[in-house]
């Protein structure tokens, strides 16, 4: 088993809730739902000999969260808070899509049942303002303007809260309020 980090989005919760996280219909419609961040050999050589599993797997955290930005910053229905999903597939269903040294990029194929997610992660409410912030600023920062570039690094300080995946309902109801 491999774990991978899918970013999303308030609604990708609610996919959860059905059943699967992840089926092959929505990679047309959100191009960033098929792909997830794990750790690749590009990533492994990237970070360096010595580094251990738990923080390349950190590394790869990281760019899914901010692939949940990317995400909202494209869907303006969207409460504004990133979440990633951490899940346990088997290796055959991921591609790695690393390009370039240091890349953690994967593409799953098929669905992820929800028995397979190991932690749900979503911003705290308190962070939502500044995550807007960040998702309006997204593609100003993606083409190297300072300012934007600055609001994006400032949801550093936000740090993902880890849920357990039997609390999905609870977090439903707390965030969608």
Known sequence: MTRIYLPGTLASLRELEAG????????????M???????????????????????????????????????????????RLRVVVAADVP??????????????????????????VAA?????????EDVAAAAAAWPQAMEGDEEATAIVEALEAHHLEWYHPAELAEILKRFEN
């Open 91 to 116: 290796g055959e269903a991921i591609a790695v899509l690393a390009e370039s040294e240091g890349d953690s990029r994967v593409r799953v194929s098929g669905e992820i049942p929800a028995r397979k």
């Open 33 to 79: 739902a098929a792909i997830a961040h794990a750790v690749t050999p590009q990533l492994r050589q990237f970070v360096g000999e010595g580094t251990n599993e738990e923080d390349l797997e950190f590394v790869a955290f990281t760019r899914a969260s901010v692939g949940a930005l990317d995400l909202l910053s494209r869907q303006a229905n969207q409460r």
């Open 120 to 128: 749900i992660h979503v911003d705290s409410a308190d962070a939502s």
């Open 20 to 31: 699967t996280l992840l089926r092959e219909a929505d990679a047309d419609a959100l191009p």
